[in-house]
């Protein structure tokens, strides 16, 4: 029987460049600033956010007291994006909850860390999403010496936390190969970012899980759409956490520099 502060959904954010958290000009700012009108009216009792920017060999989760500091982790951008802050409440009771059920789950080793804040591709879609900055925020890292199943069985450890009010966000990027960025190319999407966004989409919305764990061997042009994983594993551990007989749903689709897709996904029961 579901709770009655129970939530059904989980998401996958792409965050794009750090400039969302400016560039009124991103169509991805907007969909994320009328994500609460428009996308998932619910509020959570708490968040449990999966970065593309936090990697650590085991399973870390932070456990911050009171507000969390606002980590700058980018380089050579405008200087007002240095002044941004999303204060939100930490939340050590989910961290530990986090550990609990991932070790309960056979994750041998699960970590703490009390004194991390939150890195940008946790607080730049949240203050969009939530710019109050009232609800706690919760980050969980990724491992990227690991594969994607990996990721999806963290997912599958934490779907409980549902049940609980707790919503679960992976944020990274659906195509993130920063040295084929085309600044100068207009619309165009390039034919290698074009293939892999479109077989992840109908993968993902078919429910073809597997297939997406396994996205390396099957998908059209893996290695150069993620040459490193930890863009994409987030959208693994949101997969997972959405629980049996679910499947995606595209609620959000642009591109910039045509090679970076904001394909962002709701993961949710099956019609």
Same mark, same amino acid.
């Given at each position: ?86 204060? $939100? *409440?930490? %939340?050590? +009771?989910?961290? =530990?909850?986090? @550990?609990?059920?991932?070790? !309960?789950?056979?994750?041998?080793? /699960? #970590? ?77 999407? $390039? *034919?290698? %970012?074009? +293939?892999?966004? =479109?077989?992840? @989409?109908?993968?993902?919305? !078919?429910?073809?899980?597997?297939? /997406? #764990? ?58």
């Amino acid at each position: 029987m579901e709770k009655k502060n129970g939530l059904k959904d989980t998401f996958y954010i792409s965050h794009g460049s750090p400039t969302l958290s400016i560039d009124d000009s991103l169509p991805a700012r907007h969909f994320l600033q009328s994500f609460q009108q428009n996308v998932f009216p619910q509020k959570p009792k708490a968040i449990l956010i999966i970065s593309g920017h936090w990697e650590t060999s085991d399973p870390t989760v932070n456990a911050a007291v009171g507000p969390s500091d606002t980590i700058h982790d980018f380089y050579g951008f405008p200087e007002p994006m240095y002044r941004l802050k999303y204060p $939100a *409440p930490g %939340a050590p +009771e989910l961290a =530990n909850r986090v @550990k609990h059920l991932l070790t !309960e789950s056979g994750f041998k080793r /699960v #970590n703490v860390d009390k004194k991390r804040g939150l890195d940008h591709g946790a607080w730049v879609p949240l203050m969009l999403m939530y710019p109050d900055a009232d609800i706690p925020v919760c980050q969980l890292s990724v491992q990227t010496h690991r594969d994607a199943t990996h990721h999806f069985n963290m997912g599958r450890a934490l779907a409980a936390l549902k049940d609980d009010g707790v919503l679960i966000i992976g944020s990274g990027a659906a195509t993130h190969n920063l040295r084929m960025i085309n600044r100068d190319g207009g619309d165009a999407v $390039a *034919p290698w %970012a074009y +293939e892999f966004d =479109n077989w992840i @989409k109908e993968a993902v919305e !078919e429910g073809r899980y597997e297939d /997406v #764990n396994e996205y390396e061997a099957k998908a059209p042009y893996a290695r150069v759409a993620h040459p490193r994983p930890d863009h994409f594993y987030p959208l693994h551990v949101a997969m997972g956490a959405a629980g049996e007989n679910t499947k995606g749903e595209l609620v959000h689709h642009s591109w910039s520099y045509g090679t970076l897709s904001y394909a962002s996904y709701r993961f949710g029961e099956k019609n």
